[in-house]
Nanobody
Framework: QVQLVESGGGTMQAGGSLRLSCAVSGRSVRSHTWAWFRQGPGKEREFVAVAWWRSSTTYYSDSVKGRFTIARDTAKNTLDLQMNSLKPEDTAVYYC???????????????????????WGQGTEVTVSS
């Protein structure tokens, strides 16, 4: 059974940085597909970034591209999200997710859909003030 526990959230002024970490147990981040999603106040959950184990490929939503970096730490077995140049619109609860039940799929339409992921963390809250 996969367990995901996020940490690192908090309050930050616009322009600042935060680093989120998702501790993974039950699976290795060397395998499967790993992603970050977020849900802002009054909004639906949205895709943020994905990391495929194969080829170390990553993909980002347009709203965070160039500011956020997703990375797998294989030594610590964590999935991290470095968030720079934060904006008030980045305010949300951030969730890490894992797709451990399906073959690796590189289709963007697939990996950006939350229903494709079978394991989720409890979320960590990020608030960005203007």
């Amino acid at each position: 059974q996969v367990q995901l526990v996020e940490s690192g959230g908090g309050t930050m002024q616009a322009g600042g940085s935060l680093r989120l970490s998702c501790a993974v147990s039950g699976r290795s981040v060397r395998s499967h597909t790993w992603a970050w999603f977020r849900q802002g106040p009054g909004k639906e959950r949205e895709f943020v970034a994905v990391a495929w184990w194969r080829s170390s490929t990553t993909y980002y939503s347009d709203s965070v591209k160039g500011r956020f970096t997703i990375a797998r730490d294989t030594a610590k077995n964590t999935l991290d999200l470095q968030m720079n140049s934060l904006k008030p619109e980045d305010t949300a609860v951030y969730y890490c997710a894992a797709d451990t039940e399906h073959p690796v799929n590189f289709k963007i339409a697939y990996v950006t859909e939350s229903r494709q992921y079978d394991s989720w963390g409890q979320g960590t809250e990020v608030t960005v003030s203007s």
